[in-house]
């Protein structure tokens, strides 16, 4: 089984990139975020091209803002939209965000999350992101935590190691002690991250930001994890991140995350893929 997360920034933008991605790396279950689209917008761009590609699909629209969804070709049962008890922003009357969706999928439990990305330590927003990440780990608590994958855009780089300059993030979100240990919640309860874990000390990212030419530059974050339970991580047998998806023409900023259960396809291909042409090693790592 191939599971892969793709923050794609914009499902309709990215129609041109999504479709011909599937029909190369044929993943077998996908969790995508920031599709901003409606339920209606994803429907009609989206549902007959991924039945014709064998997929079920579930979607958790928002209009322009946030979206989250499911593609599976090996089953989607028992979808559930939302988190328990999670907050409201700007306040508790407000609507709930699109934010997580969630499935059983080949035996697994897995969920597409978008955490809020928190703005700035003193925003409003970042209190609202730690209050969503406790709803999150509450959610895995209750459940079958073994057979759980939280897969998506995490918005934490959960160490130094995952960004390319740390010094450049003081007193920013993404880094921030709480940040992390809200993190280390889930991966407290069970959950592993299997790139890392599989890569311990190499240069991976997932997002590069679209201005300075930072993604040419390899000047990136790690915020996409894909988090399994035990019941999956004896089985990967190959964790990476899909850097061709980011490049060329109308890319996402960020790139796919793959992870492949029992067999690998493309073999054990290394933690990015291709490399960056000049994959300097960051400071703390050497």
Not at 6 to 34: F, G, T, Y
Not at 82 to 96: I, K, N, Q, V
Request: aromatic share 8%; proline share 8%; glycine share 8%.
């Amino acid at each position: 089984m191939r599971l892969a997360t793709w923050n794609v920034n914009s499902a309709k933008i990215r129609l041109p990139r999504l479709l011909p991605w599937l029909d190369q790396r044929a993943p077998d279950v996908v969790c995508l975020q920031e599709t901003k689209a409606s339920d209606a917008e994803w429907s009609e761009s989206y549902d007959a091209e991924l039945r014709d590609r064998g997929y079920e699909v579930a979607h958790y629209g928002q209009g322009r803002w946030n979206g989250v969804a499911l593609l599976s070709r090996v089953g989607l049962d028992d979808v559930e939209r939302g988190l328990p008890g999670e907050p409201r922003f700007p306040d508790e009357d407000s609507a709930p965000e699109a934010r997580a969706i969630s499935a059983t999928c080949g035996g697994l439990r897995v969920t597409s999350v978008y955490v809020p990305n928190g703005r700035t330590p003193d925003d409003p927003h970042y209190a609202y992101k730690l209050r969503w990440l406790d709803a999150l780990q509450a959610m895995v608590s209750d459940g079958p935590t073994a057979s759980s994958v939280v897969a998506g855009d995490m918005n934490i780089a959960p160490t130094d190691a995952d960004v390319w300059d740390p010094s450049l993030f003081v007193d920013a979100t993404h880094v921030t002690p709480a940040e992390r240990k809200a993190l280390e919640g889930l991966t407290g309860l069970g959950l592993h991250d299997v790139v890392r874990d599989r890569w311990p000390g190499e240069r991976v990212f997932s997002y590069w930001d679209y201005r300075a030419g930072r993604f040419h530059q390899d000047k990136g974050m790690r915020i996409d994890l894909v988090l399994v339970g035990d019941d999956a991580v004896g089985r990967v047998q190959a964790a990476w991140i899909d850097r061709q998806a980011r490049k060329g023409s109308g890319p996402s900023d960020h790139a796919p995350v793959m992870v492949d259960l029992d067999e690998a396809p493309d073999g054990d291909i290394g933690p990015v893929v291709p490399p960056p042409t000049t994959p300097a090693k960051l400071p703390h790592l050497k």
